[in-house]
């Protein structure tokens, strides 16, 4: 099955061709990386993929796209704003039940910022907004992600330990790394752009570092 299909796609600004056209498929139980230099048209392949895939695949967007006003809490819980009633949702803002703070304290101890789930977002470091994001997707509970460069702030182990929750909660996903070992580590597969077109497309155990970095 496939969980992200892109057909011929492609993308212009000011009149000016910035990706494509391009086909892409990522079946189901697929992890695929997607690697290139600053430029070559990668977020905006994400943006496209999600735009005609989503909204039931799970986005972590280059911005992140979190609401600094709210808690820590409420901005995970927005992962699942669309799969409760608005009365549910009304109560939430003001009093959240049990079983949510639960499984949103959860999903932040496995990240290490259980101690900011009522926070305000605002007050949070920008490695730590990240891992926000990271908890609002996995909270939506979706079996495909597509994200952009999602731990490009976070230092070695701890991007080690995230990818490795990302492996555990997504059968499938499509994710910008700017870190080749990374994506070799943990992905099946390595998609590189260049110049907005795929310059690479192969399984990750037939790739070694040296086969990936003339893309950058
Ligand atoms: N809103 C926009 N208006 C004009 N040009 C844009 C816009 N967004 C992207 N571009 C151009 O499209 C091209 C691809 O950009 P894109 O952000 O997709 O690259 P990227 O590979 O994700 O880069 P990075 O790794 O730096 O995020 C670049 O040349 C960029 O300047």
Redesign the pocket.
């Not at 600053?38 to 392949?45: D, F, N």
């Given at each position: 099955m496939t969980v992200i299909a892109l057909n011929e796609l492609s993308a212009s600004?000011?009149g000016r061709r910035?990706?494509g056209p391009l086909s892409l498929e990522v079946n189901a139980g697929e992890r695929v990386a997607l690697v290139?230099k600053?430029?070559?048209?990668?977020?905006?392949?994400l943006k496209l993929a999600w735009e005609h895939c989503g909204p039931e695949i799970a986005l972590v967007p280059?911005d992140l796209g979190l609401v600094p006003a709210l808690s820590v809490f409420h901005n995970v819980y927005m992962g699942r704003v669309n799969q409760r009633s608005s009365w549910y949702n009304a109560l939430t803002l003001l009093r959240p039940f049990s079983k949510d703070r639960q499984a949103v304290g959860t999903i932040l101890k496995r990240l290490s910022i259980a101690d900011k789930q009522w926070s305000p977002l605002a007050s949070l470091s920008g490695g730590q907004r990240q891992r926000v994001a990271i908890a609002r997707a996995i909270y939506q509970g979706a079996g495909t992600l597509i994200a952009d460069?999602p731990v490009s702030a976070l230092d070695g182990p701890l991007a080690d330990k995230v990818m490795a929750l990302l492996n555990e909660h997504f059968n499938s996903y499509l994710i910008?790394l700017?870190d080749v070992d990374l994506a070799l580590r943990y992905c099946d597969r390595i998609v590189g752009?260049a110049d907005?077109m795929i310059a690479l497309d192969e399984p990750s155990s037939r790739l070694s570092k040296a086969d990936i970095l003339p893309l950058y």
């Open positions: 600004f000011n910035v990706l290139g600053s430029g070559a048209g990668k977020s905006t392949l280059q460069e910008a700017h752009v907005g």
